[in-house]
């Protein structure tokens, strides 16, 4: 069955979920510049007590939003949710797998993937999905006690507007907020500065210094910046019982099949522009997997992982200093600007490149099909 909006949501509350503003993790090499990023900024992490560096937001972010993923159902509608076990299996929202038992899982990197929904709480606005293909990998850290305090700095990760792969950041507003929202109720809540917006449902709440879950983004009050998270250590052990003994028959939630509710996604001007910035981000992380993965099936056919990878034996980071897209039928056409520092003849050197990407997609994903560039003479640095 097709799943819908509760209608009753329109007056005071929408049933969302954490969302971000465009942000996501880059490499204090990157971050001054990237137009899409703009708090990110930290101060270098001090040595703990014993003697351990704290991971510095960034890294926090990069890590986590590997194991985010956007759930997307038949209707069109979609979610967030991210892994919390090695079974494969993805907490999320109730409301974004009502009246469904199959969805499909989208990966940071852009694989779909089939799961199936193995648990559903007709008044706990939590569920469970499980993901054949996550079997094995390793989840997110979970805290199992609800210790958050007024003022802790928080990250939200998830796909606002169906854009995968961002997050915002706030602070903890408020403690032990309840509310109702037929067939739901909420108690306990997290209330949270971080802007979340549709379709971030069930997206992850993090400690932004520990990057812990401790919380699931529910909910947020109609045009206001004020969002609730419900604490994670409140429904682990259900979601617990349902990963060992997964429901039989799922609830059915008649008073959520009124009007289909279709999701925002952003252009395809704006998602090829996230793409080939994700692609930057991966490659400043030295996370070359990902990178790679971004390409199209054919581009990989031409350049295998490895040629790919020695490719960038020499650079040392990569700025973003403008995406210009340019839809062009059935793709778009991306021209990068970038300041590359890389090293010649065992020298450090700073370069200028332009580098035009046409995007499209591939079985439904986003990708980056080849790329063409040409190193900027300081003419044309100052014509561009």
């Known amino acids: 069955m097709k799943r819908s909006w509760i209608i009753s949501l329109l007056a005071t509350l929408l049933i969302l979920g954490g969302g971000i503003a465009g942000v996501f993790y880059v490499m204090d090499t990157v971050q001054k510049d990237v137009t899409v990023s703009a708090v990110l900024n930290e101060p270098p992490a001090e040595d703990d007590e014993e003697g351990e560096v704290p991971?510095?937001?960034q890294e926090i972010i990069f890590e986590s939003q590997k194991l985010v993923v956007q759930l997307e159902l038949e209707d069109g509608s979609v979610g967030s949710g991210f892994l919390?076990?090695?079974?494969?299996d993805i907490i999320t929202n109730a409301h974004v797998?009502?009246?469904?038992?199959?969805?499909?899982?989208?990966?940071s990197d852009g694989k779909k993937m089939p799961g199936d929904v193995?648990?559903?709480s007709r008044d706990i606005d939590v569920?469970?999905?499980?993901v054949p293909g996550l079997?094995?990998?390793e989840p997110l850290p979970i805290r199992k006690e609800d210790s958050a305090e007024l003022l802790d700095e928080v990250l939200a990760l998830g796909s606002p507007l169906g854009l995968q792969n961002t997050v915002t950041r706030g602070e903890i507003s408020g403690l032990e907020r309840t509310l109702d929202i037929e067939p739901f109720h909420y108690k306990n809540l997290y209330q949270i500065s971080a802007p979340i917006s549709p379709g971030n449902s069930g997206g992850p709440l993090l400690d932004r210094e520990t990057g812990e879950v401790i919380g699931i983004n529910s909910a947020k009050m109609d045009d206001e910046s004020i969002g609730f998270s419900i604490p994670i250590a409140d429904v682990l052990p259900m979601v617990r019982r349902w990963s060992e003994s997964p429901m039989r028959s799922l609830p059915e939630f008649p008073e959520l099949?009124?009007?289909v509710y279709s999701p925002v996604t952003g252009t395809?001007?704006?998602q090829a522009s996230y793409m080939v910035q994700y692609f930057y981000d991966s490659i400043n992380q030295g996370d070359f997997v990902t990178a790679y993965s971004l390409l199209s099936a054919s581009w990989q056919e031409d350049i295998s992982f490895e040629d790919f990878r020695s490719g960038y034996n020499n650079t040392l980071s990569v700025k973003v200093d403008n995406l210009v897209a340019d839809p062009q039928g059935d793709h778009v056409e991306v021209t990068a600007f970038l300041t590359a520092e890389e090293t010649v003849d065992g020298e450090v050197q700073m370069k200028k490149y332009k580098v035009v990407y046409p995007v499209k997609k591939e079985n439904q994903s986003v990708k980056i099909w080849s790329g063409s560039g040409e190193e900027l003479s300081a003419e044309q640095e100052e014509a561009s």
């Open 135 to 137: 079997k094995g990998k």
């Open 127 to 130: 569920a469970v999905v499980r």
């Open 118 to 120: 193995i648990g559903v």
């Open 257 to 259: 099949t009124g009007e």
């Open 268 to 270: 395809d001007a704006e």
């Open 97 to 107: 797998v009502a009246n469904t038992e199959k969805v499909n899982v989208i990966t």
């Open 84 to 88: 919390y076990n090695d079974q494969g």
């Open 55 to 57: 991971k510095e937001t």
